[in-house]
């Protein structure tokens, strides 16, 4: 079973992120404008922001994950075939809601492949799910660079129809690997006055917004505004999957793990603000396409790393219910960042924008080592 789930995710991540390496390119190109983009992307998120806890509480309460497993695949499919038929903004706006809605089954998707592994193996597996998705990511991208510039934006589509249709059929064959014991819904809810994890899913509403507004969104639009043909910006979308995958392996890995998540959350923050900066200061192209490099592997590794931060103190339980939390958290910067961004580009330059965005990731920064410097302290007494 955990084989079979394995695949399935795959094609999830696959049929999700096709269009995505040119779906601001394809926007711009119909007239569409920042402000109605940083929307179309940033309703997506809203969809995660608001379904992704309430899908962590039930998956607790019920001790079962299948049934968003189907959904999550349906709803991709669905969505795709929305845009396919309207290609418009109104289209990709309600393809990105359904979008939305699929991305948010992915915790149960964790939850599910863990549960096929020993207790030994938990990190592991979940580490190795966390793999699996940037890798579906890969694929897409890959895909979406080679077809892009002579099969357009439908033929993208219609990939994303046809994975998440084998998606769909796999996951009936899928089976609840372990029955949870029910817990009580008002502990569940309860979960979110843990204070770390509170803390350390404020920083992936940061994280995550900046990866969404910049790296996959802006800067390839901003490479697209320089002259390139279309499968320049594949290719920085290629090389900021594949710094992901990296840097989320090295994450899982003991020799990299010595020092520990206070010793890298703070400087890869850092790592993403110097990003960001790099981005605005040249108009090189391949300066800017390298520049994808360092974003992917601080999306990677921070993922990793925030993660399991914040669910650090979390019982078993209730562990479900926490990365629902977590994941509807970041899932704001998924919303809001790209609208904020969108709109300083729209008023002001992509310039201020992304000055803004290094201002965020240097307070995360900042906070970040306040934080454990408190931790050290409380410790010590």
């Given at each position: 079973?955990?084989?079979?789930?394995?695949?399935?995710?795959?094609?999830?991540?696959?049929?999700?992120?096709?269009?995505?390496?040119?779906?601001?390119?394809?926007?711009?190109?119909?007239?569409?404008?920042?402000?109605?983009?940083?929307?179309?992307?940033?309703?997506?998120?809203?969809?995660?922001?608001?379904?992704?806890?309430?899908?962590?509480?039930?998956?607790?309460?019920?001790?079962?994950?299948?049934?968003?497993?189907?959904?999550?695949?349906?709803?991709?499919?669905?969505?795709?075939?929305?845009?396919?038929?309207?290609?418009?903004?109104?289209?990709?706006?309600?393809?990105?809601?359904?979008?939305?809605?699929?991305?948010?089954?992915?915790?149960?998707?964790?939850?599910?492949?863990?549960?096929?592994?020993?207790?030994?193996?938990?990190?592991?597996?979940?580490?190795?799910?966390?793999?699996?998705?940037?890798?579906?990511?890969?694929?897409?991208?890959?895909?979406?660079?080679?077809?892009?510039?002579?099969?357009?934006?439908?033929?993208?589509?219609?990939?994303?129809?046809?994975?998440?249709?084998?998606?769909?059929?796999?996951?009936?064959?899928?089976?609840?690997?372990?029955?949870?014991?029910?817990?009580?819904?008002?502990?569940?809810?309860?979960?979110?006055?843990?204070?770390?994890?509170?803390?350390?899913?404020?920083?992936?509403?940061?994280?995550?917004?900046?990866?969404?507004?910049?790296?996959?969104?802006?800067?390839?639009?901003?490479?697209?505004?320089?002259?390139?043909?279309?499968?320049?910006?594949?290719?920085?979308?290629?090389?900021?999957?594949?710094s992901a995958i990296i840097s989320a392996y090295l994450s899982s890995r003991k020799f990299v793990n010595k020092l520990g998540a206070k010793f890298y959350i703070p400087i890869i923050f850092l790592l993403l603000a110097l990003y960001c900066i790099?981005?605005?200061?040249?108009?090189?192209?391949?300066?800017?396409?390298?520049?994808?490099?360092?974003?992917?592997?601080?999306?990677?590794?921070?993922?990793?790393?925030?993660?399991?931060?914040?669910?650090?103190?979390?019982?078993?339980?209730?562990?479900?219910?926490?990365?629902?939390?977590?994941?509807?958290?970041?899932?704001?910067?998924?919303?809001?960042?790209?609208?904020?961004?969108?709109?300083?580009?729209?008023?002001?330059?992509?310039?201020?924008?992304?000055?803004?965005?290094?201002?965020?990731?240097?307070?995360?920064?900042?906070?970040?080592?306040?934080?454990?410097?408190?931790?050290?302290?409380?410790?010590?007494?």
């Amino acid at each position: 079973m955990s084989n079979l789930l394995f695949l399935i995710m795959i094609f999830l991540w696959l049929a999700l992120y096709t269009y995505i390496p040119f779906q601001v390119t394809y926007l711009s190109s119909i007239n569409v404008d920042s402000s109605m983009i940083g929307l179309i992307l940033g309703l997506s998120g809203a969809s995660q922001m608001i379904l992704r806890f309430p899908f962590g509480i039930i998956t607790d309460y019920i001790g079962k994950c299948k049934i968003f497993v189907v959904l999550g695949c349906a709803f991709i499919t669905l969505g795709s075939i929305i845009r396919l038929i309207y290609p418009n903004a109104n289209g990709f706006l309600i393809g990105g809601i359904f979008a939305g809605i699929s991305a948010s089954t992915w915790m149960m998707y964790i939850v599910l492949y863990v549960s096929f592994f020993d207790k030994s193996q938990e990190h592991s597996a979940s580490s190795k799910s966390l793999t699996v998705s940037v890798s579906g990511m890969l694929i897409a991208f890959i895909i979406a660079t080679i077809s892009y510039e002579k099969l357009g934006m439908n033929f993208l589509l219609i990939v994303s129809i046809i994975s998440g249709s084998i998606g769909l059929i796999l996951s009936l064959f899928l089976k609840d690997n372990i029955e949870r014991k029910k817990t009580n819904l008002k502990d569940l809810i309860l979960v979110i006055k843990n204070k770390r994890l509170l803390f350390f899913s404020a920083l992936a509403i940061v994280q995550q917004g900046i990866q969404m507004s910049a790296a996959v969104a802006f800067t390839l639009d901003r490479i697209r505004k320089l002259g390139v043909e279309s499968y320049i910006i594949g290719i920085a979308s290629i090389l900021n999957m594949l710094s992901a995958i990296i840097s989320a392996y090295l994450s899982s890995r003991k020799f990299v793990n010595k020092l520990g998540a206070k010793f890298y959350i703070p400087i890869i923050f850092l790592l993403l603000a110097l990003y960001c900066i790099i981005v605005i200061m040249t108009d090189n192209i391949i300066i800017i396409v390298l520049s994808q490099i360092l974003s992917g592997f601080a999306a990677g590794m921070l993922a990793s790393y925030l993660t399991s931060e914040s669910i650090k103190e979390i019982p078993i339980e209730k562990k479900s219910s926490a990365m629902g939390f977590f994941q509807a958290s970041y899932a704001i910067g998924i919303f809001i960042y790209p609208i904020i961004t969108g709109k300083l580009v729209d008023i002001y330059s992509i310039n201020i924008a992304y000055i803004v965005l290094a201002i965020s990731s240097i307070l995360c920064t900042v906070l970040s080592i306040i934080y454990y410097k408190v931790e050290k302290n409380n410790c010590k007494k």
